[in-house]
């Protein structure tokens, strides 16, 4: 930040906060989808969700580093935020695609 100072904005700080968003907001999901429920009596009923799995828990893990990659390589170019896209129509393509 101190190295590109001259270039740094306002509209950084908004997208810096709004990226941390897109970390907190899916990780908070997956931790909930990972929590195992017990029973009154301590026995375990649900070990929570595989998180090996795809669907929405592969697409929240592709969120989470796609948002990484895009704060660490906005602070070269800011052209690195239409990576962004990227997440955009794998959504669009994968999860909201239903065949005829």
């Not at 990484?68 to 690195?80: E, P, R």
Request: a negative charge; glycine letters at 8%.
């Amino acid at each position: 930040m101190l190295i590109f100072y001259s270039s740094f904005t306002w509209k950084n700080w908004v997208a810096l906060l709004l990226t941390s968003l897109a970390y907190y907001f899916p990780y908070q999901q997956l931790a909930q989808m990972a929590n195992p429920s017990c029973g009154d009596d301590g026995e375990l009923l649900d070990g929570g969700f595989d998180m090996t799995t795809g669907g929405v828990c592969g697409y929240l893990h592709d969120v989470i580093y796609i948002t990484g990659f895009v704060q660490v390589m906005s602070i070269i170019s800011g052209k690195f935020w239409y990576t962004y896209l990227l997440v955009r129509s794998h959504f669009l393509l994968h999860c909201m695609y239903i065949p005829a």
